[in-house]
């Protein structure tokens, strides 16, 4: 009887050793539920805007993409846009952020943005927030400190609403702030430029989706001042038509 009583004795002290131990894996875990998944490293490249624009008085190619590698927890990603038009690059970026999760939704994001154009581009540091919040919303918001102390804030916003297993239609809104006034690189302080826009889609598979839309762009405040002095349009409305791509 005492070799029985012993022998529970000592398999209930190693039980209670391996709970204490998990609970204190779990403790130490930034996001519970994803110790296993964010030992592997995964990818993907997402061309959000790869299309052409009609407007009144010219079109354009214009194009928006992200990549990212990394774990479920920290990721490095690759964020592109820009747009040509008449067979010259108006606008162009690239920048290549660090992402670390806060949150089964959020991700706060820092690293560095390169202009190539307008001009002879900018450099910025970067730093801000990205998440999902609800089922087909995204969010973001970056703030930049470039060069010759000027400051940026950019927000965006997209909402994917599913109208079938295969039809998509997705609102967008982007909108661009400056600290200071820099005509050269098409910047004015407060409100710029915004962008909101109605995009259709027919998912033929996950990874190629053809879609149509409308966009309509719109300069603001200073930025307004600059375009009206260089005889520019203060607004735009723009028919599009592209596809979106996912590897």
Not at 73 to 94: C, F, N, S, V, Y
Not at 118 to 147: K, M, N, R, V
Request: aromatic fraction near 10%; hydrophobic fraction near 40%.
């Amino acid at each position: 009887m005492n070799e029985i009583n012993n022998r529970r004795l000592v398999t209930g002290v190693a039980l209670a050793a391996l709970l204490a131990s998990e609970r204190a894996m779990a403790a130490a875990s930034p996001l519970p539920g994803h110790q296993v998944h964010d030992r592997a490293v995964d990818w993907a490249v997402i061309v959000d805007q790869l299309e052409y624009q009609n407007f009144e008085s010219s079109s354009a190619l214009k194009w928006n993409a992200t990549a990212w590698v990394g774990g479920d927890i920290d990721r490095l990603w690759l964020r592109t846009e820009g747009e040509r038009q008449q067979g010259k690059t108006h606008k162009a970026e690239l920048q290549a952020l660090w992402g670390h999760a806060i949150s089964p939704w959020w991700e706060l994001v820092g690293g560095l943005r390169q202009d190539f154009k307008p001009a002879s581009g900018q450099t910025w540091a970067a730093f801000g927030i990205q998440g999902t919040p609800l089922y087909g919303l995204e969010l973001e918001a970056t703030a930049y400190a470039g060069e010759r102390q000027q400051s940026a804030l950019r927000l965006e916003a997209a909402y994917a609403i599913l109208l079938s297993n295969r039809w998509i239609l997705e609102p967008n809104l982007e909108a661009n702030f400056y600290g200071r006034n820099d005509a050269g690189h098409e910047q004015g302080a407060g409100l710029a430029d915004s962008e909101v826009g109605l995009r259709l889609r027919y998912e033929i598979s996950r990874g190629f989706a053809p879609y149509v839309g409308v966009s309509f762009e719109r300069l603001h405040g200073n930025r307004a001042s600059q375009a009206r002095e260089d005889g520019d349009d203060l607004g735009q409305t723009r028919l599009v038509a592209g596809i979106r791509l996912r590897f």
